[in-house]
Nanobody
C-alpha cells in the first residue's frame, strides 16, 4: 500500500521562504517520479506539476522557476518543495504525487500531467499574506 503525507504548510508573510515535505511509504522516491501540484482557493487543481523530481533530474513550471526547488532525501524517502520569495498568489493547497512511469526519448523524464500520477497525498495549505 502506498501513501503520501505532506507537511510544512501554514500562514506566512510574502517574500519569505517555506519548505514543504512529502513523506512517502510503499514506493521508493529513487524509483519514482514525484511531482508537486497546487490548487488555489476556489479553483481546480492545476493540471501540470509545478515541480518534479526523478532520476533524470528536476523540472519546473515557468511560474516557479528560480523561486521553488524540489529535492529528495532517499534515506528518509521524503521529497521537499522549497518555496522562496513567495507571493500572495502562492496561496494554495500543495499536494505531492508519485508514479513509477517515465517519458522522454531516454525514458528518464517525469510526466507533468496530473492524470499520470497514481499516488497522491491529501495536501497541505499554504497562505501567503502581503
Amino acid at each position: 500500500q502506498v501513501w503520501l503525507v505532506e507537511s510544512g504548510g501554514g500562514s506566512v508573510q510574502a517574500g519569505g521562504s517555506l519548505r514543504l515535505a512529502c513523506i512517502i511509504s510503499g514506493v521508493r522516491v529513487d524509483n519514482a517520479c514525484m511531482g508537486w501540484f497546487r490548487q488555489a482557493p476556489g479553483k481546480e487543481r492545476e493540471e501540470f506539476a509545478i515541480g518534479m523530481i526523478g532520476n533524470g533530474g528536476t523540472e519546473y513550471d515557468d511560474s516557479v522557476k528560480d523561486r521553488f526547488t524540489v529535492s529528495r532525501d532517499t534515506a528518509k524517502n521524503v521529497v521537499y518543495l522549497q518555496m522562496n520569495s513567495r507571493k500572495p498568489e502562492a496561496t494554495a493547497t500543495y499536494s505531492c504525487a508519485g508514479d513509477t512511469g517515465r517519458t522522454g526519448s531516454d525514458g528518464t523524464s517525469c510526466y507533468r500531467r496530473d492524470f499520470r500520477y497514481s499516488y497522491w497525498g491529501q495536501g497541505t495549505q499554504v497562505t501567503v499574506s502581503s
